[in-house]
C-alpha cells in the first residue's frame, strides 16, 4: 500500500497520537455498532487503540487487525496479552481475504491522511464485508474544515453510483455490492465518519 506515513517509532506514535484514538475508539465503535459473535476486521490497526477497545466491547467471534507497518504491528501485539486477535502485516488497498468474510470492516484514522488512493482501501474494505455488513471508517476534520476531504466524502455520498463503479474498475470483476454512506452529525475539528451498509 502506497503510504504518505512514515512509521519509524511506535512509542512516539503513541505519545503523538494513541492519546487521542483512545478517546475516539469507544465514540467510533459507537458509531460503527459492533454485535457478539461478529467476525471484524480492523485496517490500518497502528499500535492497538481501537484493536483493543472492539476486543472489550463485545464477545467477537473473530478479531483480525492488519496495518502496513511491522513496528506497531510489534508493538500492539506485544500488548496484546491474552486476548484473542489476530495481528497480521497486510496492504489496506489489497486484502488477501475473500469476499464477504466479515460483518464489519472497521478503520480509524488512516484514510485519507496516509493513503494517497482512499478509494482503493474503500473498495477493498466493501469487498471482504459480507452483503448487509457495514464498513465504516472515522478520520480528523481539522478546525475549519478540511475542504479536499469534506468535498470526496460528500461526493462519494451523494454519487454512490460513481463511487461503485470505481470499486468495480479497482475490483477488476469481482462481485459488487452497493453501499449506502451515512454521515454523523459533526463539528470542525471533530473526528469525520463514514460508514455503510453492503
Not at 137 to 145: I, K, L, N, Q, Y
Request: proline residues 6%; hydrophobic residues 40%; contains cysteine.
Amino acid at each position: 500500500m502506497p503510504t504518505m506515513f512514515n512509521s519509524r517509532d511506535a512509542d512516539n506514535y503513541e505519545k503523538l497520537m494513541g492519546r487521542w484514538s483512545r478517546r475516539l475508539a469507544p465514540l467510533f465503535i459507537e458509531h460503527a455498532g459492533i454485535a457478539r459473535g461478529e467476525e471484524v476486521l480492523e485496517v490500518g490497526c497502528g499500535t492497538r487503540s481501537l484493536t483493543f477497545a472492539l476486543a472489550a466491547a463485545a464477545a467477537l467471534g473473530g478479531l483480525t487487525a492488519i496495518d502496513y507497518s511491522p513496528i506497531y504491528l510489534a508493538a500492539a501485539q506485544t500488548k496484546a496479552g491474552e486476548r484473542s486477535i489476530r495481528f497480521e502485516q497486510g496492504d489496506g488497498c489489497a486484502l488477501r481475504f475473500p469476499d464477504a468474510s466479515f460483518d464489519r470492516a472497521l478503520s480509524m484514522l488512516v484514510l485519507p491522511s496516509v493513503l494517497p488512493h482512499p478509494e482503493l482501501m474503500i473498495a477493498e474494505m466493501r469487498r471482504v464485508t459480507r452483503p448487509g455488513g457495514v464498513v465504516a471508517a472515522a478520520f480528523w476534520d481539522s478546525p475549519g474544515g478540511t475542504p479536499h476531504q469534506r468535498m470526496l466524502w460528500d461526493i462519494a455520498a451523494v454519487l454512490d453510483d460513481a463511487a461503485r463503479a470505481a470499486r468495480d474498475r479497482t475490483c477488476r470483476g469481482r462481485s459488487t455490492r452497493r453501499a449506502r454512506w451515512r454521515g454523523c452529525g459533526r463539528k470542525p475539528g471533530s473526528p469525520t465518519s463514514i460508514s455503510g451498509h453492503c
